[in-house]
């Protein structure tokens, strides 16, 4: 009796985990990254937002309708120079891949502040600090200060443009923000 029912459990283990592995449950979609090699050894990578299109949120002081319905944006002093914007970010290939948040502040004491966080899922996350003045080229310049799973070990760029729509077409959006990362591992000390 004792036999017949360790043989029940290990069989019943044995079909549990048959059955798993063949009847997925949970099927998730993960877009294939478009990443490019660059001239130096490390990988360049081009993600944009429609705007107002993708734009989720915004939260600036003084504006009729900062966030959105139900939310109040603060009215301390210490945020009066500030201003939030959540984004959907797109591939190449305009498929929406993850989300994004620039925050950009003005103050007396620190200056410009422009900050972009970019989430990948089930790739990371990526925090860069931008210098306020763009180039003559029109690109916003920042360095890559910190990054989760596969950007832990990277350092580099991201570079910010504004691109304008021209097209004079009605459904289409103001324009868009055009964001590069120009990214290659650390080198580590021996």
Do not use: C
Request: charged share 20%.
């Amino acid at each position: 009796m004792f036999k017949t029912f360790i043989a029940g459990i290990i069989l019943g283990i044995a079909g549990g985990g048959t059955a798993l592995y063949l009847v997925q449950v949970v099927d998730q979609h993960r877009e294939q990254s478009m990443i490019t090699v660059a001239p130096n050894g490390g990988n360049t990578e081009e993600f944009h937002v429609n705007v107002p299109t993708d734009r989720i949120m915004v939260g600036v002081p003084a504006e009729s309708s900062p966030v959105p319905a139900g939310l109040e944006w603060p009215d301390a002093v210490e945020v009066a120079g500030l201003r939030a914007e959540l984004f959907k970010i797109r591939n190449g290939k305009d498929a929406v891949i993850g989300v994004a948040s620039r925050m950009a502040a003005r103050g007396d004491a620190t200056g410009s502040i422009i900050e972009w966080v970019l989430h990948l899922p089930a790739r990371g996350s990526i925090y860069v600090t931008m210098r306020p003045d763009a180039t003559n080229d029109g690109h916003r310049i920042g360095e890559l200060r910190a990054g989760t799973h596969e950007f832990a070990e990277l350092q580099g760029q991201l570079r910010e443009r504004w691109i304008a729509d021209k097209s004079g077409a009605n459904d289409a959006p103001a324009g868009r923000i055009q964001l590069v990362t120009d990214f290659i591992a650390r080198e580590l000390d021996q």
